[in-house]
């Protein structure tokens, strides 16, 4: 009892040790690295490594020497019965007599060695192998890409959310001190109903943005999980600050970086598919060469009138065969050159799709730089505008205390400076997804 007792609260520690042992805290580099080892698409991704790699030894395997090994026993119910001349037991010419051959059980045993010689489309699928295993390194590669893509945006919208939660709260609280400064000056007849009012609509809807901000803090917060394959109520923290990040996001010289297409992702893999188009058309020319395969056949056969085929006085008769058979391909009604004429076809739409392929790169390319650098020019403006937008909310809260503005102008630089808020968190976000955007199409 008291082992099982000690064997349990081992299980116990070890299982709190190893929870103890996952990170919760993250930089944005952190959960890229952990999204890449655990993230779901890219735990299949490198499964299909191995999937293609054993692929690759089937295909070679299938030309390596076969073995098989065959046993067989049967028994005659009822012995099929032949006839013979009477004349060879005796009896008067031109009669038959009925005669039973053979012993009613018969067991076989036989092993067969196979050896393709020679195959066409043999040799054309291994070497076909190759270009299938780049294909799934190329192909893990752009899960690779998706999943960094969706982490960073995962861990900037929880940021900026976050980061919403936190200013809404102070907005919030700056509006309840207003509201409740002028629901007393309301109360004693020195301000009007309006002013509060308006002071009212415009708490209701910071108080609702809030709300909305803190589901989408836990949210953004699950979905990042959710990319970086941990349970979905798992606490994980960020340990970088959106500011931060963002002004470290602002790298003007990746805009001159040399770009080199061989190492666009997107690239590679329809370069993967001009591979395999040639070698379809390969395979498809190679049906019209000859087959040659070898084969020895060693096998034991035994005869009894009962199942005696385990009694060591059981005599059995050995044989073996050695063959070839081969196989000339001579005449198919031209089905063979209707083949290699669309394998001549389907690789001429690869090379047309790769060409297409390259433009399309290049203009994405474009596209990322003009993005990036709108995100950076718009990052830098919202930040000069939110301290516009603070200023004249400053003003206005002080000539609205004073009596010279009214609660509506107050109101409306009020709005302005929510909205400047919003703006300048979003371009933070909108320049760290920009340049990942680029750095993938670059794959830098």
């Not at 108080?207 to 803190?214: D, G, K, T, W, Y």
């Not at 190679?286 to 009962?306: E, I, K, Q, V």
Request: aromatic share 10%; net charge negative.
């Amino acid at each position: 009892m008291k082992l099982t007792r000690l064997f349990i609260m081992l299980i116990v520690l070890s299982y709190s040790g190893f929870s103890q042992d996952e990170p919760t805290s993250f930089t944005l580099s952190e959960a890229i690295a952990f999204a890449l080892e655990n993230n779901y698409s890219a735990l299949n991704a490198d499964r299909d490594i191995v999937d293609a790699r054993k692929q690759k030894w089937e295909t070679i395997a299938s030309g390596l020497p076969q073995i098989t090994g065959d046993v067989s026993y049967q028994n005659f119910l009822k012995q099929p019965v032949s006839l013979i001349p009477a004349e060879f037991v005796g009896g008067d010419p031109g009669d038959f007599v009925p005669i039973v051959f053979g012993q009613p059980q018969q067991a076989t045993a036989t092993a067969t060695l196979r050896q393709q010689v020679f195959d066409g489309s043999y040799i054309v699928g291994v070497q076909a192998t190759k270009a299938f295993l780049s294909y799934s390194q190329n192909n893990k590669e752009k899960t690779a890409q998706e999943v960094r893509k969706a982490v960073v945006e995962a861990y900037g919208n929880v940021l900026l959310a976050k980061e919403s939660v936190g200013i809404l709260r102070n907005n919030l609280d700056a509006l309840n001190d207003n509201l409740y400064e002028t629901q007393k000056l309301y109360e004693n007849g020195l301000a009007e109903e309006e002013s509060v009012e308006q002071l009212q609509i415009t708490f209701s809807t910071v108080e609702s943005q809030l709300n909305n901000a803190m589901r989408l803090e836990k949210i953004t917060l699950q979905m990042l999980n959710l990319v970086m394959g941990l349970p979905l109520d798992a606490p994980t923290q960020l340990s970088e600050d959106l500011n931060d990040l963002a002004q470290a996001y602002v790298d003007p010289t990746i805009l001159d970086a040399p770009f080199i297409m061989e190492n666009n992702v997107d690239f590679k893999l329809v370069n993967n598919l001009n591979e395999q188009r040639y070698y379809e058309l390969k395979l498809a020319k190679s049906r019209a060469l000859p087959t040659l395969n070898a084969f020895l056949n060693y096998g034991s056969t035994a005869f009894s009138d009962s199942f005696t085929f385990f009694d060591s006085e059981q005599q059995w008769f050995d044989s073996s065969i050695l063959g070839f058979d081969l196989s000339i391909p001579i005449f198919s009604s031209l089905k063979r050159s209707a083949s290699t004429q669309r394998a001549k076809i389907a690789l001429e739409k690869a090379k047309t799709q790769l060409k297409e392929t390259q433009e399309q790169i290049r203009l994405q390319l474009e596209k990322a730089k003009s993005d990036y650098q709108l995100a950076v020019e718009q990052y830098n403006t919202t930040q000069e505008n939110l301290n516009l937008a603070e200023r004249i909310e400053r003003k206005n809260q002080i000539k609205y205390k004073e009596g010279i503005a009214s609660s509506f102008e107050l109101r409306q630089a009020q709005t302005q400076l929510y909205s400047a808020q919003q703006e300048y968190l979003q371009s933070m976000v909108d320049v760290i997804n920009a340049k990942t955007e680029l750095e993938v199409i670059a794959n830098n």
